[in-house]
């Protein structure tokens, strides 16, 4: 079912990509279980001819709990030049300063 899931996002985005000026990707930093599964959706994504050059964000989730990955680990599940923050979306924290990142990354590219 996940995989499903997965799959109809990326269908559902699809629609999505013309124009676009950057991608913000969110991970569980909580589950690396799912880390393979995020990383194929990921790329799948940015096979897309659309997102070529197109600046990356990645949004590490859940930092608010104990246990998750740290920015290093996660770091090692990409390919790309990517930019990554530490968020909590249930708190609010991180999240700020990610989209000044993205829209300085807008700016540069």
Do not use: H
Not at 1 to 17: A, E, G, I, S, W
Not at 55 to 82: C, F, H, Q
Not at 84 to 108: D, E, N, P, T, W
């Amino acid at each position: 079912m996940c995989v499903l899931c997965v799959y109809c996002v990326y269908c559902v985005c699809r629609q999505y990509l013309d124009g676009c000026r950057a991608l913000v990707f969110v991970v569980d930093s909580s589950d690396p279980g799912r880390m393979p599964e995020a990383r194929a959706a990921l790329r799948r994504l940015l096979s897309e001819e659309q997102l070529n050059g197109v600046p990356l964000m990645v949004l590490a989730n859940k930092k608010d709990l104990d246990g998750t990955l740290t920015i290093r680990e996660l770091d090692s599940y990409l390919d790309r030049s990517w930019e990554i923050q530490s968020c909590s979306g249930r708190q609010g924290l991180g999240l700020q300063q990610a989209f000044i990142s993205v829209a300085r990354l807008i700016k540069k590219s």
